[in-house]
C-alpha cells in the first residue's frame, strides 16, 4: 500500500481535472492562433453562442440528449472494462429497428405509441451490442475490434433500409418518410425554447444508472469483474454473463438514443443521423470519470463545444472539427493528469 | 446487372490485381501491428497512424509535384502517432486500450481538421494522377500469373518487400528474438539485460512506419486524392488480421489479401450495379469486407490449437515491480 504515500503529494481530482481542460482550451487556442483566428475572441464567441441566451442553452440541451443516454451506457461497460466502441453502430442500429417500428405500428396513442417505440428501439441496440459479447464470450474476439468493425456494418445496412426499403418514395434524397406525428417527442411548450421532452428521460436515467453501478449488487459484481476478472470469477461471478449482461445494457442505451433522436430531432431514418455521437461518448464517458452525473457535465460540456464550433466556423472560419481535436486533447492530458504515482 | 461483370472470365485477373492491390494498405499495417504486438504492444491507434500517413502522404505529393514525395512524408506522419502512443504507454504507462482510442479521435479530427482548413470545405479538391504500375518486364507477360502480380503499382513491389522484411526481423534476427522475449517473458528479458520499453519504443515506430506507408500506399498509389475519413476502418480490419493471422506476419499477410479480394469483389458490384435507383442492395457488400474480416477472425480463433498471443500483451512493464503489489 505504497500508493497512499504518494497519494499525499497528488491534486484532488477536481483540480487535476480542471488542469487537464485549461490545458486541453490553451493548445486549441494555439491551434486557433495557427489558423490566424484570435483564440480569445473565438473562445468568447463560442460562450455567448452557447450559453448566451436561452434559445442556445436549449440548443445544447438537445445536443445533450444523445450523449448523456450514450454516455452512461458506456460508462457502465467501461467500469467493467469492456471497451464497447461500437455505440454509433449500436445507436444506428436502434434508430433504424425502432423508427422502422414507428413508420408501419398501427398504434394510434403517443401514450402507447412512444414507449412501445423507445422499447423496440433499445432492444435493437441491445441485440447488436450481444454480437459483440457473444463473438468475446464464445471466441475470445477482442470487443474493441469487433464492436467497431460491426460500426461500420449497421452503417451500410441502414443506407440500404432508407435507400431502398422503407425509401420515401416521393422523396428526392434517400430518407424514409416522417414519422406520423403520435410518435414525436413533444417540445417544451415555451417559445424560447427548443429541446423535446428526451431530455427529462436522459436526465431520469441519471439516478437509474446511479444506483445501478453503485448500490445494486450487479453493480458491484460489474466493478469487481473489470478490476480483476479472475478474482472476480473465483469469487462466485459468472464472466461470461456478466459480459452479456454488460453489453446488452450498454447496447440498449447506445439504441435508445438512437430512436429518441428520430423522434425527438430527426422525425426520419435518414444518414443524417451518423454524426459521430457514438464516439463523442466516448469521450464523454472518459472525462466523466465513469460517475453518472460526470457524465451530465461533460455532455454539457462536449455538447456545448460541439455548437461552439459551428459558431467559430460561421465567425471565425475556423474548421467546426477544431472543437473535436480539442476534445481529444482534453483526454489526453486528463489521462497525464489522472496517471498513478505509484505505479511509476 | 451483369454478374459476369464481377465473376466472369474476363473479369478475373483485373479483380485479382486489384485484390492484391488493394490488400497492401491493410497488409502493412496489420504487419507492422504484429510486429508490435509481438513485443507486447496492443498498439489500438492502428487506424490513427493509417489515417495521418495518409493525409501526410497526401500533403507531401500535392505541394511537391512529385509522387515519391509521399512516401517518406507518410511514413512521418505515422510516426508522429507512434511517438504519441509510445509517449503515453510506456513513458507515462497510461490505459493502452484508452490511449489507442484516444490517438485515433485526435488523429481522425485532426486530419480532417488540417485538411478543411488547407482545402477549403471537405469536397474532393486537389486530385492528382496516381503512381503509374510498372510492367516488370518478362514477368508480366507469363499469361494469368504476369498480369495479377507484376503489373502493380511500384509501391506494392516496395511493401512487398518491407512484409518479407519484418518476418526476417522478427523470425531470423537477434533483435527479433528480444522482440518476442519482451512481448512474452518481459522480465526475464530485462534480467537478460534487454531494455523492454526500448524494445517496445522501437516496436510500436516500427508499426507507425508501417501504417503510413500503409496510408501513402492507399492515397498515392491508389487514390490520388484525402477526404476525410479516407482510410474507413482499414486500421481496425488490420488488427483484426493480427488476431486472424496469429501474430505471424506472413499470415496476417494472408489475411490481407482475403480482405483485398473482398473489398475488390464489393467494389466491382458497386460499379455493375450502382446508383442511388439500383435495385442492387450494394451496401451490404459494402459492409462484406467487415464482416468478412469478424467471421475469419471468429473462425480462426475457434480452430487455433494454440493462441499464439503473446502472453504480455496489452500489460505494461515496471522494472523491478514484481514484489510490488
Not at chain 1, 503529494?9 to 484570435?38: C, D, H, M, Q, Y
Not at chain 1, 468475446?136 to 449497421?154: M, T
Request: charged share 15%; proline share 4%.
Amino acid at each position: 500500500m505504497k500508493v497512499d504515500l504518494d497519494k499525499k503529494f497528488e491534486l484532488p481530482a477536481s483540480l487535476r481535472w480542471l488542469s487537464a481542460i485549461l490545458g486541453a482550451l490553451v493548445t486549441g487556442g494555439v491551434l486557433l492562433a495557427l489558423v490566424g483566428a484570435n483564440p480569445v475572441t473565438a473562445y468568447v464567441e463560442m460562450v455567448q453562442g452557447t450559453f448566451g441566451s436561452l434559445f442556445d442553452l436549449s440548443l445544447v440541451l438537445t445536443e445533450m440528449v444523445p450523449l448523456v443516454i450514450i454516455g452512461l451506457g458506456l460508462l457502465i461497460a467501461f467500469r467493467a472494462r469492456i471497451w464497447n466502441i461500437g455505440a454509433e453502430g449500436q445507436y444506428m442500429f436502434g434508430a433504424l429497428l425502432g423508427g422502422a417500428f414507428a413508420l408501419h405500428a398501427p398504434l394510434g396513442t403517443p401514450f402507447l405509441a412512444v414507449p412501445a417505440v423507445l422499447v423496440v428501439g433499445a432492444c435493437a441496440g441491445a441485440l447488436w451490442g450481444l454480437l459483440v459479447a457473444l463473438a468475446r464470450v464464445r471466441w475470445q474476439v477482442n470487443e474493441v475490434i469487433s464492436s467497431l468493425l460491426l460500426n461500420y456494418v449497421a452503417v451500410f445496412v441502414f443506407a440500404y433500409a432508407v435507400r431502398k426499403p422503407l425509401r420515401d418514395p416521393g422523396g428526392f434524397k434517400p430518407t424514409s418518410e416522417r414519422i406520423p406525428d403520435q410518435f414525436e417527442l413533444a417540445d417544451f411548450p415555451v417559445d424560447e425554447i427548443r429541446v423535446h421532452i428526451g431530455i427529462i428521460l436522459a436526465l431520469l436515467l441519471v439516478p437509474v444508472v446511479g444506483f445501478l453501478v453503485n448500490r445494486s449488487p450487479f453493480g458491484l459484481r460489474a466493478t469487481m469483474f473489470g478490476m480483476n476478472p479472475e478474482a472476480a470469477q473465483a469469487a462466485g461471478v459468472n464472466t461470461s454473463r456478466m459480459t452479456v449482461r454488460i453489453m446488452l445494457l450498454s447496447g440498449a442505451f447506445a439504441g435508445l438514443a438512437g430512436i429518441v433522436q428520430v423522434l425527438g430531432s430527426e422525425f426520419r431514418l435518414s444518414n443524417n443521423l451518423a454524426t459521430g455521437y457514438g464516439f463523442t461518448a466516448i469521450v464523454v464517458a472518459l472525462i466523466s470519470r465513469l460517475r453518472p452525473v460526470g457524465v451530465v457535465i461533460a455532455a454539457a460540456l462536449l455538447g456545448a463545444l460541439t455548437l461552439g464550433g459551428d459558431v467559430i466556423q460561421r465567425t471565425q472560419q475556423v474548421p467546426r472539427v477544431l472543437t473535436m481535436v480539442i476534445q481529444a486533447i482534453f483526454v489526453l492530458f486528463l489521462l497525464l493528469a489522472d496517471r498513478r504515482r505509484g505505479e511509476q | 446487372m451483369d454478374w459476369s461483370d464481377v465473376f466472369g472470365g474476363a473479369a478475373l485477373i483485373p479483380l485479382l490485381n486489384a485484390g492484391i492491390r488493394l490488400a497492401i494498405p491493410t497488409g502493412l499495417a496489420a504487419v507492422g501491428e504484429s510486429f508490435c504486438q509481438r513485443a507486447g504492444v496492443l498498439n489500438l491507434s492502428l487506424e490513427g497512424m493509417m489515417l495521418t500517413g495518409a493525409l501526410t502522404a497526401y500533403l507531401g505529393a500535392y505541394y511537391s509535384g512529385a509522387l515519391w514525395v509521399g512516401v517518406p512524408a507518410g511514413i512521418g506522419g505515422g510516426l508522429l502517432v507512434g511517438v504519441l502512443m509510445a509517449l503515453f504507454t510506456l513513458q507515462f504507462k497510461t490505459e493502452q486500450v484508452i490511449n489507442g482510442i484516444v490517438l485515433v479521435l485526435l488523429a481522425q479530427a485532426g486530419t480532417s481538421f488540417a485538411f478543411a482548413k488547407l482545402f477549403g470545405d471537405l469536397t474532393l479538391t486537389g486530385r492528382f494522377e496516381p503512381m503509374r504500375n510498372w510492367e516488370i518486364p518478362g514477368l508480366s507477360s507469363i499469361p494469368g500469373v504476369g498480369a495479377v502480380l507484376f503489373d502493380q503499382s511500384p509501391l506494392v513491389y516496395l511493401s512487398v518487400v518491407l512484409i518479407w522484411g519484418i518476418w526476417y526481423l522478427l523470425n531470423r534476427t537477434t533483435f527479433g528474438l528480444a522482440v518476442r522475449a519482451v512481448g512474452d517473458r518481459p522480465a526475464a528479458a530485462d534480467a537478460a539485460g534487454i531494455s523492454v520499453n526500448g524494445t517496445r519504443w522501437i516496436a510500436i515506430l516500427v508499426s507507425g512506419a508501417m501504417a503510413g506507408l500503409g496510408g501513402t500506399v492507399l492515397v498515392v498509389g491508389q487514390l490520388g486524392m484525402f477526404m476525410e475519413n479516407v482510410t474507413a476502418g482499414r486500421g481496425w480490419v488490420a488488427i483484426a488480421l493480427v488476431i486472424f493471422g496469429r501474430w505471424r506476419p506472413l499470415r496476417v499477410m494472408a489475411g490481407a489479401l482475403l480482405f483485398g479480394i473482398t473489398d475488390a469483389i464489393q467494389l466491382r458490384i458497386q460499379a455493375a450495379g450502382g446508383g442511388i435507383e439500383s435495385n442492387v442492395p450494394f451496401e451490404l457488400f459494402q459492409a462484406m469486407p467487415y464482416l468478412v474480416t469478424i467471421a475469419v477472425v471468429i473462425f480462426a480463433t475457434a480452430r487455433a490449437r494454440r493462441s499464439g498471443e503473446p502472453e504480455a500483451l496489452g500489460r505494461p512493464f515496471f522494472k523491478g515491480a514484481q514484489i510490488e503489489t
